[in-house]
């Protein structure tokens, strides 16, 4: 496939500290690209200079084979661009807050009507559009800046927890419709939920201290959790000694305790066995376990290290 | 709420009142012999066109951006920075002019009307130039501040600058003379010395002229180049 985004060498500094550190990777035309990481690791940083908000300090980024940095104004026009925190005008409404932004590249007036009539609706805010951007809740807002982003029907659509504020229902419909634009635009995006991630995805890219430590599909990526499962026991009354006790337990892993529950990993399902000899005195009231998801390869005790 | 439409027709009635009618019975007339209600009459003009162009500024390069506003979405679109200044300028002056023409409206009721046609065309002119200077001014100073406080007190010193500092209502004559030194290059007082000029002796005098000019195009380069270094691009 062809590739939409292609990142050579991608390094932002600020000050002394290293935001992104020399990146290298292509994302291909119509895929859904998810963006995940711990806080503060440059992933935000990242989606601003693929949107062109920011330029980074060395290497080059290229967008449909155009560099972004000698080819500023072409490649502006191809991305659609919704940051985190909410940008919209407040003392515009909605609407003239998208058709300011349409104004801004130069959509032509009747293109501009049949998109926000068609993404409003597939969002449902079209009660809100005559309200002012700073009287609606953060999830109209959010949704709003969905539609301004995609007016000027841009090749590459990059976001910045593109459901963030929103309730269930707005998040449903969110995805729909970014599963109905996946294939026709490339989508990236950054989301610190991680449901939503595992759903939704082509690709995932994990972000760790400005460089990526895994990439590819969930399947992929826990891979690299080599079956492991996660355990949680309640006991009636988990005393320190039980509790040190199956800590000493040479198959579970990562131990921790939230007053009665006992919570640890664990290479196969065999493993409760192993703690149900060490606790064979202890009531046990309630039990889960569950394969390792994409939450807990995110966990800093497992990113980068893995469970070994 | 107080609509701004309000505003508008009074403000130019607030700097009549405040300006015009105490200053009249101090001043019978310009150092150059003019009367004074003729003299002060471009004056309260370019008072109110200043303060008319303030509001947009302030809002579109202070206000939204340093609430990351829509100034971002703005940045993102296909234009060059310089095409974002001269945009805004231009809107700007169109606003300033529209309250520029409601405040002769309003004057023309209280005052008689005392420029001729030659007069008009060039307090027009030079009402542009120092439009644009003024906003450029203003748009420096939105980038450079951050802080509300310290926005809001340099913004008190411009207007007092321009009221009693540009020669508008006061003339550089009546300052200490090394201090008239330097308000008269200001430049904000090139374009007004200019137009006073043409109004007293019918002359243009193309130096002043050409500077203003190059003060507005040098001027909106600058800012465009800052806009840039501050939003990061």
Partial sequence: MEASITLKKVGKLIGDKTILAGLSFGVERGTLVAIVGANDTGKSTLLRILSGFENPDYGQVYLHGLDMEKRRQQTRQLVGYAPHDNDLDPWLTLEQNIRFSACLYGVPEKDTDHRISKFSQALEIIPFLGELASRVSHGIQKKAMLVRSLIHDPEVLIMDEPTGFMDAASIRLTWQLLKKLKGKKSIIYVSNSLIEVEQAHDRILVFQDGRIIMDGSLDKLLESTLDYHQFQIEFEDLTDELYNSMCKVPTVVSPNRMDNIFHFYGRNRSVFFDIVRQAADSLMIDLNVKKLGLRDLMDSQFAGGGLD | ?233
């Fill in chain 2, 1 to 233: 709420m107080i609509p701004g439409l309000i505003l508008i027709f009074t403000l130019p009635l607030f700097v009549f009142s405040m300006i015009n009618l105490p200053l009249r019975n101090i001043l019978i007339q310009s150092l150059t012999g003019i009367p004074f209600d003729d003299w002060i009459y471009t004056g309260m003009i370019f008072i109110v066109a200043a303060f008319g162009l303030f509001p947009l500024i302030y809002r579109d390069f202070f206000n939204l951006r340093i609430h990351r506003k829509l100034l971002t979405t703005i940045a993102l679109a296909p234009y060059s920075k310089q095409m974002m200044i001269a945009g805004y300028l231009c809107v700007a002056t169109l606003e300033a002019l529209t309250m520029g023409m409601i405040a002769m409206v309003i004057y023309s009721f209280i005052i008689p009307f005392p420029l001729t046609v030659i007069q008009l065309v060039s307090m027009i002119f030079y009402f542009i130039i120092f439009i644009l200077i003024l906003g450029n001014l203003f748009i420096t100073l939105s980038l450079a501040v951050n802080s509300p406080t310290t926005y809001m007190m340099f913004t008190f010193i411009i207007f007092l600058l321009v009221i009693f500092g540009s020669g508008l209502i006061i003339e550089f004559g009546f300052f200490p003379m090394t201090f008239e030194k330097v308000l008269i290059w200001l430049p904000l007082a090139i374009p007004i010395r200019a137009m006073h000029f043409i109004m007293i002796s019918g002359i243009i005098d193309w130096t002043l002229t050409a500077i203003s000019i190059a003060i507005c195009i040098f001027w909106s380069i600058a800012n465009g180049i800052y806009l840039k270094e501050k939003l990061c691009q």
